[in-house]
């Protein structure tokens, strides 16, 4: 009776052991985020760029997670971003959108910034991105080019409507022959200080009526 008492004792003992034996679980971690489509283009070489305003496609954000590993459609989930929204737009859900209001590269980005970890676990918090490249084609069709040149020692930015140019320095594009274009001179520093060349001026805007040559065009920024 005494050795089943001490082996009884013996187990229960254990039991208690192995009851307070503290849990080793991993927390799911998001590493990485991938963009889907990586690249999209809108418009055409022969295509005026304000034709391809409202021109779109959706995108997809898919993290990647380890502990344990998957993959999942977190769209819904990222901060979405633009960094230069003249040329397109993205919205809440990752809808990119072309702007018409000039051409080139914009980066577009979804991000995800985490004080702690998918199980709960605190952190000192993490910045997870991933990033793709939308694409206006620039009009490079025949027509009248027309060519700003900046001046004075402030700085300041140029925009166009319709849409083609769109710099915060000297720039040349291409209209098609009869378009009436509208330039828009903003300051970033310093104040704006005035056109020359245009066919008309109303405050920062610079008026070209009915282009049928090319156009010189000087815009100053006072400091």
């Known amino acids: ?38 690249t999209e283009t809108f418009g055409s070489s022969t295509t005026p760029v304000n034709e391809d305003a409202g021109l779109n496609a959706q995108l997809t954000a898919l993290g990647t997670y380890i502990h344990p590993p998957v993959t999942k459609d977190i769209t819904s989930q990222v901060t979405w971003a633009s960094n230069t929204p003249q040329i397109a737009t993205v919205s809440a859900t990752g ?23 998918d199980g709960g676990i605190g952190s000192t918090g993490a910045i997870v991105t991933g990033s793709m490249t939308a694409t206006v084609t620039c009009f490079t069709g025949t027509g009248p080019a027309v060519t700003v040149t900046f001046a004075g020692t402030g700085t300041g930015t140029v925009s166009s409507s319709p849409g083609g140019l769109g710099c915060t320095s000297t720039c040349t594009a291409s209209f098609p022959i009869g378009t009436t274009l509208t330039l828009t001179a903003t300051p970033t520093s310093g104040s704006f200080g005035g056109w020359a060349g245009c066919d008309s001026t109303a405050g920062a ?13 000087t815009v100053t920024f006072n400091p």
């Open 1 to 38: 009776m005494l050795r089943m008492a001490i082996r009884f004792g013996a187990v229960a003992a254990l039991g208690s052991v192995m009851l307070f034996v503290p849990g080793c679980g991993r927390d799911q971690q998001l590493v990485s985020i991938t963009i889907q489509p990586s």
């Open 95 to 117: 809808l990119l959108t072309a702007t018409g209001e000039a051409c080139g590269n914009s980066l577009v980005s979804a991000t995800i910034t985490k004080n702690s970890s």
């Open 205 to 217: 805007a610079c008026v070209l009526n009915d282009l049928q040559n090319p156009v010189n065009l």
